[in-house]
């Protein structure tokens, strides 16, 4: 698969002080430099960073790159989310990240939407064919996902609902990924199923983060990192070395490009694309 075919995109969260987005600024001026094919944006709980998300995209469309902002429904009704919809469009964005999101804490009401399939649904029915739509996929299933059939099933009404393209939660284990891809076809889905892609700055942290989300770290490499104790020069190289090798593994078996969850920073990221030996014109 040549590189024009490849969709390689960064994702961004919306900061929150200056200092925050002068550090966002400088990033994805260097990650341009590698010219993927768009920037993400989330979108808080709730709507929380709505604002955030959308000035950040307006700033990097700005200068001439692809944004898309995500939206999440969970806890909103529908007029809010057409609203934000109507937004989007007033801007000239045509590329969404459709997500159900996390319920924000002291929220007990979930809201006029249940599932990203919802949302999907009401962006087709509000907007048309105005939005590029992308939703989320789970390799290695969701928290809440309690059998493994349903995990297809529930990627397949999004599909359904009209989504054209999906992002997966970030995993260690290409074989996870391959699998899924596999099974996702045997049900018809036929949509480009990205990988997504998670460096690795602090393993004690990744490790909480990967325990919550449901995405495994293999043992092989959790032993690794446990042995290197607090050596963070030890650690950032091991994990370089093992991202770099996961995203060439998925490249070559297929995947139809890499999105990397960046956290705001651009150093491990540019680095792990040179060990890979992405394209860089």
Known sequence: MERDERVFSFEFFPPRTAEGRQTLRETWHALA???????????????????????????????????????????????????????????GIRHVVALRGDLPSGIAVAGEFKHASELVTFIRETSGDWFNIEVACYPEYHPQTRYAGDEIRNFRKKVDAGANGAITQFFYNADAYFRFVEDSRKTGISIPIVPGIMPIRNFSQLARFSESCGAEIPRWMRLRFESYHDDAASIRAFGIDAVAALCERLLAGGAPGLHFYTLNQSALVSEIWRRAGLPSD
Not at 37 to 46: E, I
Not at 64 to 75: M, N, R, V
């Open 33 to 91: 430099q590698l010219k993927p094919r768009f920037f993400s944006v989330t979108y808080g709980a709730g709507g929380t960073t709505r604002d955030g998300t959308l000035d950040t995209v307006r700033e990097i469309m700005a200068a001439g790159h692809e944004a898309a902002p995500h939206l999440s429904c969970i806890a909103s009704t529908r007029e809010e989310i057409g609203a934000q919809l109507e937004r989007y469009r007033m801007q």
